[in-house]
Every structure is written in structure tokens, then in C-alpha cells.
């Protein structure tokens, strides 16, 4: 898990990230390859991602490639293990409740703890690309923070509410090596494999091989 010890890599103040949001998603999609999805059962999905420690033009380059294949595969978040690549950084593209639209990339993202009497859960149908087809309702809380650095190594907090909010929760789960199966039960894990199974992805996958 990132650890964030120093003043460095923490920030209070909330990014806007709905400010340019089409024009500064269109420009990282222009720039960017699309890459094939790993999917459940990839050995990368199911580890902790390295902490992204060089903010280069290879991370700047792998952002651009993120936001591709996000928008090719029809996503709102996208984690760089789910294109096989070992680094803790996520992409998103993603509403809010209030339709919103909120832009960004973010890299060694730890989530804020929220305590127990803060906590609302929000029972709604959570979906990821790395389980194509399949969905599940999956509580979470209703609003998240994620503390953090972007592209050139600056600290960043994001919140989020509602749809959001799971989005942000989704993305860093996946760099900690879970997905979003493990918080089902055993029977509504296997709905999901199965309505997986049952379904053609619509975008390109790699095998569960690296």
C-alpha cells in the first residue's frame, strides 16, 4: 500500500476536475493508443500495482493510452493493470449524480477512511471492463476521497459522490490487486462469471497470460 508521509504527497484541496473536462479528454484520447483489456483471472489483476515513482513522458504517454482505450471499451475509470501495465495510476471519465462530468488521472491513489457513523451505502449495480457483460449490485459508500499525485508528480484530492464515488473507490481497489468480484457473495460472484461467460466482450481482450 502507497504511503503517504510526507507533506509532499498530501493535499487538503480539492482539484476541479469537471473544469474543460471534454476538451482535456479529447486532447489525452488524440494523443493515446488504444490497448487491449485484461480481464479476471490476468495474474496482473490480482496483485498490488508498483507506485508509479518517475512522472515522465512515459507516464504522460501511458495516461494518453489509458484514456483511449477507456473511451474504445466504453468506460468511466480505467486502472493501468487492466492494460497490463504494473503501475499504480487510474484514468477516469466519469458523472456524478448531478450529471457532472469529472476528468482526471491519478497516481498512488490511497482512499480517505471514512468513519462508520459518516458512512452512507449507496445499493446500486456496479460493472467493471475487466468483467465484460457482467453486473452486480454491490454496496459502497456514497462519497469517497482519494488522495494523491497527478502526471507531473504534484499532489492531488479528489472527491466524489454517488456514481462517482464508486468509480473512484472501483479504480483504486484495482490497484491494490482486487476486483470488485471479491466484495460479492460467493453466489452473486458466480452470476457474474456466468453472465460474463455468456456474453461476447464488445472491445478487445488479452488472455490470462502474461
Known amino acids: 500500500m502507497a504511503q503517504q508521509e510526507t507533506d509532499e504527497r498530501v493535499s487538503d484541496e480539492f482539484i476541479d476536475d469537471t473544469k474543460d473536462s471534454a476538451e482535456r479528454e ?5 494523443r493515446g493508443t488504444v490497448r487491449p483489456i485484461t480481464v479476471v483471472g ?10 508509479v515513482t518517475a512522472f515522465d513522458e512515459a507516464l504522460a504517454s501511458l495516461i494518453d493510452d489509458m484514456f483511449a482505450s477507456q473511451r474504445a471499451a466504453e468506460g468511466v475509470g480505467l486502472a493501468a493493470n ?31 477512511e471514512l468513519p462508520p457513523d459518516g458512512r452512507v451505502l449507496d445499493d446500486n449495480n456496479e460493472g467493471c471492463l475487466s468483467v465484460p457483460g457482467a453486473y452486480a449490485e454491490l454496496p459502497r459508500p456514497d462519497y469517497a476521497v482519494v488522495r494523491g499525485q497527478d ?29 470488485y468480484l471479491e466484495r460479492l457473495s460467493k453466489r452473486e460472484r458466480k452470476k457474474a462469471l456466468t453472465m460474463m461467460a455468456e456474453n461476447t ?6 488472455p490470462n497470460a502474461e
Open 201 to 206: 466482450p464488445r472491445y478487445e481482450t488479452v
Open 26 to 30: 479529447q486532447a489525452h484520447r488524440e
Open 151 to 179: 502526471a507531473t508528480g504534484r499532489p492531488v484530492t479528489v472527491r466524489g459522490t454517488g456514481y462517482f464515488a464508486r468509480c473512484l473507490q472501483h479504480e483504486t481497489d484495482h490497484l491494490y490487486g482486487h476486483l
Open 82 to 112: 487492466q492494460i497490463g501495465v504494473d503501475l499504480k495510476v487510474f484514468v477516469y471519465d466519469c458523472p456524478d449524480d448531478d450529471g457532472v462530468r469529472h476528468v482526471g488521472a491519478v497516481c498512488n491513489p490511497v482512499l480517505d
Open 42 to 51: 490476468h495474474p496482473m489483476l490480482h496483485r498490488e500495482c508498483r507506485d
